[in-house]
């Protein structure tokens, strides 16, 4: 059974460029969500998708945006990347029962580097 | 989401029983209490949760006091490939895609 899996690994972009990360989730999960982690922090959630939505966002800027398909896959887009967009994009997906979810399972991450 | 407070860093020796403590004082009657586990360059990975009491598994336990206050991550006979860092988590369960994370705790173990 794979896990989360995420593309590409590694990822480097100019200044005011454009970036679409890719997600996977687990099997049987319906429910994904980004977090991006800067060098020596915690994890920052970003947005989370289910059924195909939008449904809670973390402080991050419109610059950030996503989509979830049919499938549960996911993408996030980020765009005009900044030098400060540089950190480890991290994928989640949960399987949420009614109000209830399962405990998230993490992707390995995409490292993306602004110069 | 209630805000977690927990060491920084801690070290210890293989084989020792490690305990990383982690306060909420600000719990609420639906938040959960979630441990995970992180590695350099990797996703955090879920180590453990619970609500009250102990909870053990095959990896940890996680013991919590009436209170719910605080809670303890206890670790048995710690190796070398437990060098992570350790995040402490406090949601309800229809947040887990909504994850609160601090900068963790930073455990090395020695040989």
């Known amino acids: 059974d794979a896990g989360v899996t995420q593309s590409p690994t590694h990822l480097i972009k100019t200044r005011g460029q454009q970036v679409t990360l890719r997600c996977s989730p687990k099997?049987?999960?319906?429910?994904v969500s980004w977090y991006q982690q800067a060098l020596g922090q915690g994890p920052q959630f970003i947005f989370q998708?289910?059924?195909?939505?939008?449904?809670q966002r973390g402080n991050f800027p419109d610059r950030f945006s996503g989509h979830q398909f049919p499938n549960y896959s996911s993408e996030l887009n980020v765009n005009a990347l900044l030098l400060g967009d540089s950190a480890l994009y991290l994928c989640?997906?949960?399987?949420?029962?009614?109000?209830?979810?399962?405990?998230?399972?993490f992707g390995q991450g995409t490292r993306l580097t602004v110069v | 989401l209630a805000k977690t407070t927990q060491p920084i860093s801690m070290d210890s020796y293989e084989g020792q029983e490690v305990n990383i403590t982690c306060s909420h004082n600000?719990?609420?009657?639906?938040?959960?209490i979630t441990w995970y586990q992180q590695f350099p360059s990797q996703g955090p990975r879920f180590i453990i949760q619970?609500?009250?009491t102990k909870v053990t598994n095959e990896v940890a336990s996680l013991f919590i006091p009436a209170d719910r206050k605080s809670s303890t991550l206890s670790l048995p006979r710690v190796s070398l490939s437990d060098t992570a860092v350790y995040y402490c988590?406090?949601?309800?369960?229809?947040?887990?895609?909504?994850?609160?994370f601090g900068k963790g705790t930073k455990l090395s173990v020695k040989p």
């Open positions: 989640a997906s949960s399987f949420i029962r009614g109000r209830l979810g399962t405990e998230a399972f």
């Open positions: 099997s049987g999960h319906d429910t």
């Open positions: 998708y289910y059924e195909e939505e939008e449904r």
């Open positions: 600000n719990i609420a009657t639906n938040d959960y």
């Open positions: 619970g609500y009250k």
């Open positions: 988590l406090v949601g309800d369960m229809g947040s887990q895609g909504n994850l609160i």
